[in-house]
């Protein structure tokens, strides 16, 4: 198997503001785009040709991979005109594959971190002869996700979309986000309109008889949807949790990127990321967060869970917990924002402005 379509398309708009200016799977997680984790992980399960299913902000993918070769790859680009869903993206892309029609190729979507073994999936998808093969994974709370009986052997049985009742959590399996399909069977997608893998796609497949397998791999696995989620992602990957190859230093309990200042009685911990020319002050405390490139955390800050934009600039003395605040925006000294605040790019706070607020 060499072949893989990655799903990159999305507007990210539970992660705003920061996919404003970027596009979800470019958000910096531990350093690199997040994109880069998942392009390396499959080039070393030995994918060595992906194509990028792209729509929103699409120009920004290319000029940053390019063809892929520094990466071992073969990258090609598609854009959508018009938001297609998962499988219309999927055919949207059919016709720059190389597979025959027997081939498996991989698909994922853009927005998971997972430690899932691609080879075991794609093994279980050629020993099993399936015509799709999910990976799926299990959940204490299944009711926000699309729940995937098996039977004993594997096969699925049926997709349950968001069950609430009691009477309807029949598994604590979900649909964790990575397929293998058989060649022949993306064609048979219909082309041209928006199409839904998990509403159309495999009810559809599996109401007419084929075969989809499921295989469970309850290793690491995150949905990156909410910036809460993409704060622990990208924490996780600097500590070691998340295993990804593409982590640009050791991991441990903080990552510190070239040309970044840290004064020496700064703290940072619990897997904290310092981008490119970010600079960090005196006896700031900053903890399990992510400061993209250019931002300044002025004297005395702490700053916990929380996601600070390119160029922004955090006030001293200010706390931070559980925030998110976009590219460019100011917050004056001695502010404290918790509880999934979120301050909008280029927006300034004023000093001692707000004390503590929360996203209702």
């Given amino acids: 198997m060499t072949e893989a379509i990655l799903l990159v398309g999305g507007k990210g708009t539970r992660l705003r503001p920061l996919t404003v200016n970027t596009p979800k799977p470019m958000v910096p997680a531990a350093g690199v785009p997040f994109l880069t984790h998942q392009l390396a992980r499959a080039r070393a399960a030995g994918v060595d040709?992906?194509?990028?299913?792209?729509?929103?902000?699409?120009?920004?993918?290319?000029p940053y991979f390019g063809d892929g070769s520094a990466l071992g790859l073969s990258i090609e680009y598609v854009t959508e005109e018009e938001p297609l869903g998962t499988g219309g993206a999927i055919r949207n892309v059919a016709s720059r594959l190389h597979s025959a029609p027997e081939d498996p190729v991989l698909i994922f979507n853009g927005d998971i971190l997972t430690g899932l073994d691609i080879g075991a999936l794609v093994a279980t998808h050629e020993t099993s002869g399936a015509d799709v093969s999910l990976h799926l994974t299990r959940v204490e709370d299944p009711r926000a996700f699309?729940?995937?009986?098996?039977?004993?052997?594997?096969?699925?049985?049926?997709?349950?979309?968001?069950?609430?009742?009691?009477?309807?959590?029949?598994?604590?399996?979900?649909?964790?986000?990575?397929?293998?399909?058989?060649?022949?069977?993306?064609?048979?997608?219909?082309?041209?309109?928006?199409?839904?893998?998990?509403?159309?796609?495999?009810?559809?497949?599996?109401?007419?008889?084929?075969?989809?397998?499921?295989?469970?791999?309850?290793?690491?696995?995150?949905?990156?949807?909410?910036?809460?989620?993409?704060?622990?992602?990208?924490?996780?990957?600097?500590?070691?949790?998340?295993?990804?190859?593409?982590?640009?230093?050791?991991?441990?309990?903080?990552?510190?990127?070239?040309?970044?200042?840290?004064?020496?009685?700064?703290?940072?911990?619990?897997?904290?990321?310092?981008?490119?020319?970010?600079?960090?002050?005196?006896?700031?405390?900053?903890?399990?967060?992510?400061?993209?490139?250019?931002?300044?955390?002025?004297?005395?800050?702490?700053?916990?869970?929380?996601?600070?934009?390119?160029?922004?600039?955090?006030?001293?003395?200010?706390?931070?917990?559980?925030a998110v605040i976009g590219d460019g925006a100011v917050i004056g000294p001695d502010n404290e924002l918790r509880d999934g605040v979120r301050v909008w790019c280029d927006a300034k706070l004023p000093a001692a402005s707000v004390r503590f607020s929360s996203d209702q």
Avoid at 49 to 62: P, R
Avoid at 225 to 249: K, N, Y
Wanted: aromatic fraction near 4%.
């Fill in 49 to 62: 040709h992906i194509v990028l299913a792209t729509s929103y902000l699409a120009e920004v993918f290319e």
């Fill in 146 to 322: 699309g729940l995937v009986p098996t039977d004993a052997t594997g096969r699925v049985t049926a997709f349950l979309e968001k069950p609430q009742t009691p009477e309807e959590i029949v598994t604590d399996q979900i649909n964790a986000g990575a397929y293998v399909f058989r060649r022949s069977v993306i064609d048979t997608i219909p082309a041209g309109r928006p199409v839904s893998v998990e509403r159309e796609t495999f009810p559809d497949l599996l109401a007419s008889g084929a075969h989809l397998q499921g295989m469970v791999d309850s290793t690491y696995w995150l949905d990156l949807g909410t910036p809460q989620a993409f704060v622990r992602g990208s924490a996780d990957l600097v500590l070691g949790r998340a295993p990804s190859p593409a982590v640009p230093g050791r991991c441990g309990d903080r990552l510190v990127l070239d040309t970044a200042t840290v004064a020496p009685d700064a703290k940072l911990t619990g897997g904290t990321v310092v981008g490119h020319g970010a600079v960090i002050g005196a006896g700031a405390r900053v903890n399990g967060s992510t400061v993209l490139d250019g931002a300044v955390v002025e004297p005395g800050a702490v700053i916990t869970d929380s996601l600070i934009g390119t160029h922004a600039r955090i006030g001293a003395r200010t706390i931070l917990t559980g």
